[in-house]
């Protein structure tokens, strides 16, 4: 099993939808959890940290679920421009320096 | 805008030749890293430098060589590389602190491209 795992999709939108995906992790002992956006040829971009209660960036929400080891990243009212692939990242307190990244979740957004 | 500085943007070398990619950053991070990523792939990590010594190396094949010069530049020197190892090859920075919640800043990558 992968440490980080993330349905590749692609995720096809229609703009001004709602979308969500999320990002299983194996190891309990994570303790930082991000999501990254990647555009094709781009280097990733931190998009939002995700902390325990949950928070929210504008059309952007995350949820931690340590329960069932996961987290989750929702988008309101899409635009063409959050077409992206979207990296889960994860890091655990043994890890040091090593982030772990998902292998994306791809979101085409369409008019 | 990155404030993770890469060059070249794009690199193309033949099996024989020597190279090396560059990165600088000024935000005072003392963490820095090399990924590579190949085409709809995550990125994967290769080497990392914290306060300038070099503290993870992913067994990465000996043709790459990091190098970190001082706390503000980290070099990758290449060297009898193999098409395979054509990718975009990116440069991070962090913090250093190891602390919860550090976050990575990706330089835009140098495209490599062996022939």
């Known amino acids: 099993r992968k440490e980080v795992e993330q349905d590749p999709g692609p995720f096809n939108v229609p703009e001004g939808a709602t979308v969500a995906f999320n990002c299983t992790y194996s190891?309990?002992?994570?303790?930082?959890f991000f999501w990254y956006r990647q555009d094709c040829r781009k280097e990733p971009k931190l998009l939002m940290s995700v902390y325990s209660s949950g928070n929210e960036d504008g059309r952007f929400t995350a949820q931690l679920n340590r329960a069932s080891q996961y987290i989750s990243l929702l988008i309101r009212d899409s635009k063409l421009s959050d077409s992206a692939t979207y990296l889960c990242?994860?890091?655990?307190?043994?890890?040091?320096?090593?982030?772990?990244f998902g292998g994306g979740t791809r979101v085409l957004v369409k008019p | 805008d990155t404030e993770v500085t890469q060059t070249p943007k794009h690199l193309v070398m033949g099996m024989t030749n020597k190279k090396s990619l560059k990165c600088e950053q000024h935000?005072?991070?003392?963490?820095m890293y090399w990924y590579k990523q190949k085409a709809k792939k995550p990125p994967e990590l290769m080497f990392v430098?914290?306060?300038?010594?070099?503290?993870i190396n992913e067994s990465v094949p000996s043709r790459f060589s990091p190098e970190c010069p001082n706390s503000s530049l980290l070099n990758l020197h290449l060297h009898a590389l193999q098409p395979e190892d054509s990718a975009l090859y990116l440069c991070?920075?962090?913090?250093?602190?190891?602390?919860?919640?550090?976050?990575?800043?990706f330089g835009s990558g140098t495209q490599l491209s062996v022939l």
């Open positions: 430098y914290s306060y300038e010594k070099l503290s």
């Open positions: 990242v994860v890091k655990h307190e043994a890890a040091g320096n090593k982030l772990t």
């Open positions: 190891n309990s002992a994570s303790q930082s």
């Open positions: 935000m005072g991070h003392r963490a």
């Open positions: 991070a920075s962090s913090q250093g602190s190891g602390a919860i919640g550090e976050k990575l800043f």
